[in-house]
């Protein structure tokens, strides 16, 4: 436990995206909490929320490794692996928020 903590405080503390994502997480919880949805959905919308965190850990991680294995020099498989990375954030963002919403207003 005391690792995995360590490794969310250096994630927030160094990484903007994990702020900002953290920053979404509590928009989306309050704005659920306001809109009347009930425990239950705004459990699932926190739950939901924590998803684009979990892959931009990963991401920042497999980033990390990359940089440190192979340097500052410019390869374009280096790029594709990066940018496909950066996909899985940007899809894992789009299911989440788009879900809460449903959950919070549709549903």
């Known amino acids: 436990t005391g690792y995995s903590l360590n490794g969310l405080k250096c994630a927030f503390i160094s990484e ?26 705004t459990v699932c919308v926190f739950i939901l929320c924590l998803l684009p965190i979990m892959v931009e850990l990963i991401n ?7 940089d ?15 940018d496909m990375l950066s996909a899985a954030v ?3 963002l789009c299911i989440a928020y788009g879900l809460s919403f449903l959950l919070i207003f549709a549903i």
């Open 90 to 92: 940007l899809l894992s």
């Open 68 to 82: 440190m294995r192979l340097g500052p020099i410019f390869r374009e498989e280096v790029k594709i692996v990066k």
């Open 60 to 66: 920042t991680s497999a980033e990390i490794l990359i």
């Open 16 to 41: 903007k995206a994990i702020r900002n994502e953290s920053l979404a997480l509590c928009a989306m919880v309050a704005l659920s909490a306001i809109s009347g949805a009930g425990m239950q959905k």
